[in-house]
């Protein structure tokens, strides 16, 4: 993760679905928090690339509609993960 954020790497095309299993593993299987927690980091820094990528592509959100077509490029895919359940469980 470190290695990614100094070099600015784009991760945004990753495919996070593949996380998700190893997230399930250490939540409920074998909690491992520090696993979790860098689970984390990736998901956080995925997004932020991906939201870069999409500022390239649309930089000035003009209305509403913009608004949405950026939100939905960035989080509408089905490997999204619920941050807020994950912190409530973790909570």
Same mark, same amino acid.
């Given at each position: 993760m470190t290695y990614l954020e100094q070099y600015r790497?784009?991760? =945004?095309?990753?495919? $996070?679905? *593949? /996380?998700?299993?190893?997230?399930d593993f250490n939540l409920n299987v074998k909690p491992n928090m520090s696993n979790v927690l860098i689970f984390?980091?990736?998901y956080t820094?995925?997004? @932020?690339?991906? $939201?870069? *990528? @999409? =500022? *390239?592509? $649309?930089? *000035? /959100?003009e209305n509403e509609a913009d608004k949405f077509i950026a939100n939905a490029n960035v989080f509408n895919y089905p490997s999204l993960v619920d941050m807020r359940a994950l912190f409530g469980h973790l909570v």
């Open positions: 790497l784009d991760i =945004s095309e990753w495919y $996070m679905g *593949k /996380f998700k299993t190893p997230l984390t980091k990736y820094y995925y997004h @932020q690339c991906r $939201m870069n *990528k @999409q =500022s *390239k592509i $649309m930089p *000035k /959100f």
